[in-house]
């Protein structure tokens, strides 16, 4: 069946460090990609998608390419900054499962001065 | 245009008792889905609704059910509930214009905890 496999949390990174949270996938299908981000005490936010081969999402300076080859789903992000702590999710959603989603178990990324 | 709203926020409700969870899609947002967000299981797929039919349904007790109405208002019911329903409930919302590549809207949860 599918499913997304994500890296293991936490992270503790400096303000303006290179963030990488790794990310692949198994589906049967042609899936969508995405990652969504959680602040504390709500609910997910999307934060970019990508929807077929070598798309790459982007949003608030995070990207993400969908890369079929290796099946994966990397986000990253050049200089991150201490409002970028929150827990970020991958997720796919699989045409051939209807509109079901399937979540990682999320990282936590926290962000010092 | 308004997000997805829940109600309530909190909950807390003992052993045995039963709960309904209320969820309001974005205008227009045909498809409604309910998570089960717990520290140890993570997000877990309860089920979704779309036109008011239950289209896809996870690996959940029949404890746990659901329904839409016409206006794509959606609530789910778990009935005795146990201490390990105490969760995070998340509701999302989205189109469904193509399945497979749609967006899902999530609204902020109701934390429901079980004494």
């Known amino acids: 069946g599918d499913s997304v496999t994500q890296m293991e949390g936490p992270v503790t990174l400096s303000e303006e460090a290179f963030l990488t949270i790794n990310c692949t996938y198994t589906a049967t299908g042609y899936p969508s990609l995405f990652w969504y981000v959680q602040y504390p005490g709500e609910g997910l936010q999307l934060l970019l998608k990508a929807t077929k081969a070598d798309d790459k999402g982007s949003n608030k300076g995070f990207e993400a390419t969908y890369r079929k080859e290796t099946t994966s789903f990397h986000l990253e992000k050049g200089s991150v900054q201490v409002s970028d702590s929150a827990v970020y999710f991958c997720a796919l959603s699989d045409r051939n499962t209807g509109n079901q989603f399937y979540f990682g178990t999320g990282t936590s990324l926290t962000v010092i001065p | 245009k308004a997000g997805v709203t829940q109600t309530p926020r909190y909950l807390i409700k003992t052993r045995g008792q039963q709960v309904t969870l209320s969820c309001s899609p974005i205008?227009?947002?045909?498809?409604v889905s309910w998570y089960q967000q717990t520290p140890g299981q993570g997000l877990q797929f309860l089920f979704e609704?779309?036109?008011?039919?239950?289209?896809n349904k996870g690996n959940f007790p029949g404890r746990f059910s659901g329904r839409q109405f016409s206006n794509s208002r959606s609530e789910m019911n778990v009935s005795t509930l146990e201490l390990g329903d105490s969760a995070l409930y998340l509701c999302a919302s989205s189109l469904v214009a193509a399945a497979g590549q749609e967006t899902q809207y999530f609204g902020p949860g109701t934390r429901l905890l079980v004494l």
């Open positions: 609704y779309f036109s008011e039919t239950q289209r």
């Open positions: 205008s227009g947002h045909r498809s």
